[in-house]
């Protein structure tokens, strides 16, 4: 069975603080998707990463995938209080072949003005 | 382009009651997925659809949930009787036809409570 275990599971930090959450998995991903889900609304996908050490860049926000394509990290950078909300990676689990996502547990992130 | 619709959004029945979720895709998406999402969790996938056929529901509780999609378009969900650890929210999202690593396009949820 193929998990993804998110660190930290909670995080509360002031405004400006710097963050980085963990995506943890002892399997290969073809891809990892990273997700943010607002209270009451569904999932919005902020990223996509495919290739072993990709490095993206969206605004304050820095994602990697891990170089065996089995882990990957979200790095904020100086947060905000809209940063606020569930971060979840999702990872592609059959290679392609059915779309199917598998979802890490979810890292609930408050950001306190 | 309008989003993925579901409802009722919100949702309370008692135990061994039964309940219905409504979901309509965004046009043109082949792909439909129902998802459980119990609180401050990651979702968890009950069903997928590829048009009106199920590519996957092995994590599907078919002795008391059921899913169709008629005609490839919209779909329905059903708890049949609904036991208290069903309360959680219900995801429905859709994704185009696209081999690996496609977006999926999440509607707001229905949030069911069972008392």
């Known amino acids: 069975t193929q998990l993804l275990e998110q660190s930290p599971q909670f995080l509360s930090i002031q405004e400006g603080e710097n963050l980085t959450v963990y995506c943890n998995s002892s399997?290969?991903?073809?891809?990892l998707q990273w997700y943010r889900q607002e209270p009451g609304e569904g999932p919005v996908l902020l990223v996509t990463?495919?290739?072993?050490?990709e490095v993206k860049k969206l605004k304050r926000l820095t994602f990697q995938f891990g170089d065996a394509r089995k882990d990957s990290s979200l790095h904020i950078t100086a947060a905000q209080p809209g940063d606020t909300g569930l971060y979840l990676c999702?990872?592609?689990?059959?290679?392609?072949?059915?779309?199917?996502?598998?979802f890490g547990t979810g890292t609930l992130l408050a950001v306190q003005p | 382009e309008a989003g993925v619709a579901q409802s009722p959004r919100y949702k309370i029945i008692e135990k061994r009651q039964s309940v219905a979720f409504w979901c309509n895709p965004i046009?043109?998406?082949?792909?439909l997925y129902w998802y459980q999402q119990i609180l401050g969790q990651g979702p968890k996938l009950l069903i997928q659809?590829?048009?009106?056929?199920?590519?996957?529901d092995s994590q599907l509780p078919k002795d008391r949930f059921s899913a169709e999609r008629l005609k490839g378009v919209d779909s329905t969900l059903k708890i049949q009787p609904a036991k208290l650890e069903d309360s959680a929210v219900y995801l429905c999202?859709?994704?185009?036809?696209?081999?690996?690593?496609?977006?999926?396009?999440f509607g707001p949820g229905t949030r069911l409570t069972v008392l």
């Open positions: 999202a859709s994704s185009l036809e696209k081999l690996g690593g496609s977006e999926q396009f």
């Open positions: 399997s290969v991903f073809s891809s």
């Open positions: 990463v495919v290739t072993g050490g």
């Open positions: 999702a990872g592609d689990a059959e290679r392609g072949a059915t779309n199917k996502l598998i």
């Open positions: 046009s043109g998406h082949a792909t």
């Open positions: 659809f590829q048009n009106n056929g199920v590519v996957d």
